[in-house]
């Protein structure tokens, strides 16, 4: 069993900047994909990044391409997601899952694990 915990959700001006951090315990995740979604109230959970095991692949949806940065590093068994230029339309609670397939992947269903998630609010 793998359980993630997420951390460093806040309240952010727009055009600002959060690091969200997820860390793994119960056995290590670094033979893991990872991926990070979001859900905002009334909304569908929705892709935000993945990463594959090795870390040497990474996946963004467009919405956020270009501004958030998925890294992982996994002596410390942890997931970050590094968000800049950050918008309103960026607010919800973000969750980090961990897949054994390994790749990451843009799809839910392919994860195994899920965080509880932190709250992000962004405003104008």
């Known amino acids: 069993q793998v359980q993630l915990v997420e951390s460093g959700g806040g309240l952010v001006q727009a055009g600002g900047s959060l690091t969200l951090s997820c860390e793994g315990s119960?056995?290590?995740?670094?033979?893991?994909?990872l991926g990070w979604f979001r859900q905002a109230p009334g909304k569908e959970r929705e892709f935000v990044a993945a990463i594959r095991w090795s870390g040497g692949s990474t996946l963004y949806a467009d919405s956020v391409k270009g501004r958030f940065t998925i890294s992982r590093d996994n002596a410390k068994n942890t997931v970050y997601l590094q968000m800049n230029s950050l918008k309103p339309e960026d607010t919800a609670v973000y969750s980090c899952a961990a897949s054994s397939r390994g790749s990451g992947s843009r799809w839910s269903s392919q994860y195994d694990y899920w965080g509880q998630g932190t709250q992000v609010t962004v405003s104008s």
């Open positions: 119960g056995r290590t995740i670094s033979d893991y994909g």
